[in-house]
């Protein structure tokens, strides 16, 4: 099976990781070896450790933040570089997240061979998400006013990233109704990527 790229993206609270885990292992009975890099359990391990940028981020992360572009690019490129093998499809779990992202995942994308990446929009609704996080219990998910923010970054940062990947040619996007259960998105996606 030739190597593929997946990008998925949706609100924080949209059901993203679970996704990506169902589509993994649709690719992998096909044949395909799949690395899931999902950036926001990237980040969850860097704040664990004792650094001074470490310390800085989880600060941010705790009042529900976004985290600078150049840790966004860092996160995801370090596990590229360290991680990746040639053959390996990848589904990239949470990012990019804003315009200066996508240029620098486009050089990714494309020095490392991929082509006709797909980006697979997890749609759904504010409410729909706040509700979500509030009731999956994460650390970072307690507080209503640093869900609040996160939430709207998604409207102000996030969505021209996904207008961005409609209008360009060199992406597929494949939007998904989102507000369903986990098995009717997942069907949703399978059917939809089949047709691709």
């Known amino acids: 099976m030739e190597k593929s790229f997946y990008i998925i993206i949706g609100r924080s609270g949209s059901g993203k990781g679970t996704q990506a885990d169902l589509l993994k ?24 450790s004792d650094n001074y940028v470490a310390k800085c981020s989880d600060t941010l992360n705790k009042k529900g933040g976004l ?3 150049f840790l966004a690019v860092w996160n995801w490129s370090n596990i590229f570089i360290n991680s990746l093998k040639e053959n390996d499809t990848v589904i990239l779990d949470g ?4 315009m200066y992202e996508v240029l620098a995942l486009y050089s990714a994308i494309s020095f490392l ?4 990446p797909i980006v697979i929009y ?21 507080n209503i006013e640093d869900i609040n923010r ?31 259960s986990i098995d ?13």
Do not use: C
């Not at 990012?95 to 804003?98: G, H, L, S």
């Not at 409410?127 to 650390?139: F, I, N, P, S, V």
């Open 25 to 48: 292992a649709v690719l992998e009975q096909k044949g395909a070896t799949v690395k899931h890099i999902t950036t926001g359990g990237g980040f969850r391990t860097f704040i664990e």
């Open 67 to 69: 985290q600078p572009e």
């Open 95 to 98: 990012a990019p997240r804003r």
């Open 113 to 116: 061979g991929y082509k006709n």
């Open 122 to 142: 997890v749609n759904v609704s504010e409410g729909w998400a706040r509700e979500k996080l509030l009731g999956r219990g994460r650390d970072d998910d307690k």
């Open 150 to 180: 996160r939430l709207s970054w998604f409207e102000s940062d996030v969505l021209p990233v996904v207008d961005t990947y409609m209008r360009d040619p060199l992406y597929k996007v494949v939007h998904i109704n989102g507000e369903q």
């Open 184 to 196: 009717a998105v997942h069907q949703e996606i399978v059917l939809k990527l089949s047709t691709t």
